[in-house]
Antibody, heavy 121, light 113 residues
Framework: EVSLVESGGDLAQPTGSLRLSCAAS????????MSWVRQAPGKGLEWVSG????????YYADSVKGRFTISRDNPRNTLYLQMNSLRVEDTAIYFC??????????????WGQGTMVTVSP | DIVMTQSPDSLAVSLGERATINCKSSQSVLNSSNKKNYLTWYQQKPGQPPKLLIY???TRDSGVPDRFSGSGSATDFTLTITNLQAEDVAVYYC?????????FGQGTRLEIK
């Protein structure tokens, strides 16, 4: 069974850091591009960052560029999001998502349940 | 950035009837090399992650009922749900996968009348 399980969400102070993880199982992780998408409480979806299947290419939303870093460990089937210089507006549920056909610009056919990040003084 | 605008923001439809949700992009999401529209539709129910319904504007994901269909090209797209069921109550989002950043519409809330 295909599964994505996020972890690492927590309460953090502004300017602080957190590292999110997404453990994948049930598919050949290294064959698929992955992304992080977030959802602020009661709000819509916002794509945050993406990474190619190999990990060589990364993509970021302007709102997180220079503060967040996406990475992956294919042998460990794990996706990461290093979040630095956190802001109150980063408060959201963070979902990891798998590309439907593996490509960098594919839709997302599998999502984790999400991990909550709260940034508050 | 490509701006995605959905209409309406919410709608109420009777069971068994048809629901239509529109999505407009601020620029074309049609890839001229492969002739595919990089437009995706998701369904999100309360407390759940989004679920993929349709990609490339009209390709249903595996297991999605054929009551759900997508159409449109370039900048104007439609998600149609026929024979509305109670389990279709959700928020529906469109997303463009054509360029970075990959932007979503604001969402359309679908309720039963």
């Amino acid at each position: 069974e295909v599964s994505l399980v996020e972890s690492g969400g927590d309460l953090a102070q502004p300017t602080g850091s957190l590292r999110l993880s997404c453990a994948a199982s049930g598919f050949t992780f290294g064959n698929y591009a992955m992304s992080w998408v977030r959802q602020a409480p009661g709000k819509g979806l916002e794509w945050v960052s993406g990474i190619s299947a190999s990990g060589r290419t990364t993509y970021y939303a302007d709102s997180v560029k220079g503060r967040f870093t996406i990475s992956r460990d294919n042998p460990r089937n794990t996706l990461y999001l290093q979040m630095n210089s956190l802001r109150v507006e980063d408060t959201a549920i963070y979902f990891c998502a798998k590309s439907v056909r593996g490509g960098d610009y594919d839709a997302f056919d599998m999502w984790g349940q999400g991990t909550m990040v709260t940034v508050s003084p | 950035d490509i701006v995605m605008t959905q209409s309406p923001d919410s709608l109420a439809v009777s069971l068994g009837e048809r629901a239509t949700i529109n999505c407009k992009s601020s620029q074309s999401v049609l890839n001229s090399s492969n002739k595919k529209n990089y437009l995706t539709w998701y369904q999100q129910k309360p407390g759940q992650p989004p679920k993929l319904l349709i990609y490339w504007a009209s390709t249903r994901d595996s297991g999605v009922p054929d009551r759900f269909s997508g159409s449109g090209s370039a900048t104007d797209f439609t998600l149609t749900i026929t024979n509305l069921q109670a389990e279709d109550v959700a928020v529906y989002y469109c997303q463009q996968d054509y360029s970075i950043p990959r932007t979503f519409g604001q969402g359309t809330r679908l309720e039963i009348k």
